[in-house]
């Protein structure tokens, strides 16, 4: 089961936790959303999870698991880590505390102090005892699993010691039965996959954080106001309990920290802890100390601790915790127990575990450093944002598949400001455009109000012509029409431009018959106009020009009423005109030409003899005579 998890429904992509894993154990290649853990060469440091601010990252729960062993028909011993005096910082006194554990239903409550002294003892001894070779302490977890896997040249180098939770595990066995199943307090994750490397007497049924021990408080409604007084069950721990700070364990060894005499170098927290080792390889040879390390700022702020908490309070109640234990401590019971137990075997060995990824080619390396913009100085100490302490151990991570070029700030910030600029440039070229869409808006109203205009005059004007004009569209449906038009039609459909104003849509196949309103599908058909042609018409012969104003798509027609005097005199001049220009034409051809244009002229004096032989147009009394 793996340690670490991360809910992608509630990771915000915020990539915190690539950017500060020591070893990357977490990637992001370029085609993935989320942020995925490689789960084998993680070393369950916990920082990932400190930093993870929507709590999308979560390591194995081991509640289940507890509950379990407890429901069970073994007995139980709870192992709780020193670290204890600065976590349960809200509990008035230590031996409710205990109380509140066994409350859940453990047989025993052991502390690891007494493991921190045997241990420290057996630093003693390897540190005082030196045969030219410089060691690492192998108490915390983390380091231990870190040094495996990406600097297993070192592996023989730590010290070849038990951590206080095997070494207690032992302890409580020899004691209490080798059937007794073991449950380990603590601050630290890792510890949960420490637990399971061991089959011996040292081995860890389950391993609950300090975290979850709380959460088991309140799911079985378990106060301190509740319990009663309870210590711990022996063997008690001396000096052991300072082990929280990591400057503890030598404390308790009484190893000499003293700067002029001694030979260990403490440091913790992540980035001190990896320069160590870094310098613990490169350099030991000049340095000639043992180092002791530890990720975290001590125990005290371990991964499974409360978040939040404050170091040196921590740090403070840890000691004033061990100042009132030491205050009546039974130290000849402590020494009889130290001779007792201190002949278990509190060897261990170290596995090679290598997780370091091949190196990427060079000229991958160079091709991503071009693609963020440094490709110069990248050996120089960067800006550490993306994670990494140069931009070159950056690049070297993106050609692993381990983190996106998106994670480098510059070359985010850098895409960002592109993005801004290109961004005010449309938004530039769009408020131009609005302003020139309101120009030409503005003018479309104008034109819009002209053609109003336009249209409203032209109305006018067709109204107060005397001939009757028509206008219509592919379908034959009237467009516009003028009084005139209206005037020579049927009293019915005049009764109908009563209720449709200029008979706007009516089919022009129900206002006129077939030989008329045909001259008007003629010239929509085949785009000829007809000019001229003499339409008889409810008894009136009207003069009827139709003409294309879009190509078989509106058509007009000029009607004429022939009867009507000023028409007729017009109509005369015209022709007689037309006779002339005819005949003067006609003369100046010669042959054929003027046999055809004799006779054209002959029809056409035929037509305005017969014009002027047409009746007067009947009057209104002799329409009512008759």
Known sequence: MALINIDTGKCNLSYACVRICPVNAIKVEAHQQYPEVMHNACIGCGHCIKVCSPGAITYRDSKEETVALIASDSRVAAICDPSISGEFHDITDYRKFVEMIRALGFDFVIEASFGVDLISQKYKELFTGFKGKYYITANCPAVVSYIEKFHPELTDNLAPIVSPMIATAKVARKKYGDDIRVVYIGPCLETKKEGRKYRDDGRIDSVLTFTELRELFAEHEITEKKVEYSDFDPPIGCRGSLYPVSSGILEAGDIDQNLLTGNIITAEGRNNMLEAVKQFENNIISIKKHFNLFYNEGCIMGPGTSRRGEKYNRYTLVVDYAKKRMSDFDMNTWKINMEEFGKLDLSRKFKKDDQRLPYPDEDKIQE???????????????????????????????????????????????????????????????????????????????????????????????????????????????????????????????????????????????????????????????????????????????????????????????????????????????????????????????????????????????????????????????????
């Open 368 to 626: 991503i450093l071009q693609v963020i913009g440094k490709e110069h100085n990248v050996d120089e100490i960067g800006c550490a944002s993306c994670g990494y302490t140069s931009c070159r151990d950056f690049a070297i991570a993106v050609a692993r598949g381990l983190a996106k070029t998106d994670m480098c700030l510059t070359f985010t910030l850098k895409n960002r400001h592109d993005y801004i600029k290109t961004l005010r440039e449309t938004n530039q070229k769009l408020a131009e455009t609005q302003d020139a869409l309101k120009k030409s808006e503005k003018n479309a109203r104008r034109d819009q109000q002209l053609a109003r205009e336009s249209f409203e005059t032209t109305r006018t004007m067709l109204e107060k012509l005397p001939s009757s004009v028509v206008l219509v569209d592919h379908e034959l449906k009237v467009i516009q029409a003028n009084k005139s038009f209206i005037n020579i039609l049927d009293d019915e459909v005049r009764m109908i431009e009563d209720v449709i104003p200029g008979l706007e849509g009516a089919d022009l196949k129900t206002l006129l018959p077939y030989n008329f309103h045909n001259l008007f599908s003629y010239v929509l058909t085949h785009d000829d106009n007809i000019l001229n042609r003499d339409v008889h018409f409810n008894e009136i012969l009207y003069n009827v020009s139709i003409f294309t104003i879009r190509k078989k798509k509106i058509v007009g027609a000029v009607i004429r009423d022939l009867y009507v005097p000023e028409v007729r005199k017009e109509e005369v001049v015209k022709r007689v005109t037309d006779v002339i220009d005819k005949n003067l034409e006609l003369v100046q051809k010669i042959g054929f030409l003027l046999g055809e244009g004799a006779s054209e002229t002959e029809a056409m004096l035929n037509s305005i003899i017969e014009s002027y032989k047409m009746p007067e147009k009947p009057k209104e009394d002799d329409k009512t005579t008759g």
